[in-house]
């Protein structure tokens, strides 16, 4: 079970990457991955814990949206297909 989250500088919020993994159900290898590739911010302080659990849904959000590129695979799937289609009534 996670820890309960210090509180310090009033309603301010810090905590390590070990709390906020427990937190966001994630490793603490991911954490730094996470923080590595400026999903995640850390302060001399920690992590604040509000701003990180935003910014690591707003991650998620932008890896869940099709990029063009995946537009166009699934478009060059279609094409192939109708052509192979069109290529087996040829044969017969």
């Given amino acids: 079970?996670?820890?309960?989250?210090?509180?310090t500088n009033g309603d301010a919020r810090y905590v390590s990457a070990r709390t906020l993994s427990d937190h966001l159900d994630?490793?603490?290898t991911f954490i730094r991955k996470?923080?590595?590739?400026?999903?995640?911010?850390r302060t001399p302080?920690?992590?604040?814990i509000d701003q990180?659990?935003?910014a690591y849904i707003r991650h998620l959000r932008r890896e869940r949206r099709p990029s063009s590129q995946h537009a166009a695979v699934a478009e060059l799937a279609v094409a192939r297909?109708?052509?192979?289609v069109g290529a087996d009534r040829d044969l017969q």
């Fill in 52 to 54: 990180a659990r935003v």
């Fill in 34 to 41: 996470l923080e590595s590739e400026g999903v995640l911010q």
């Fill in 1 to 7: 079970m996670a820890k309960p989250v210090p509180r």
């Fill in 45 to 48: 302080q920690g992590f604040y």
């Fill in 81 to 84: 297909a109708e052509w192979l």
């Fill in 26 to 28: 994630l490793g603490t």
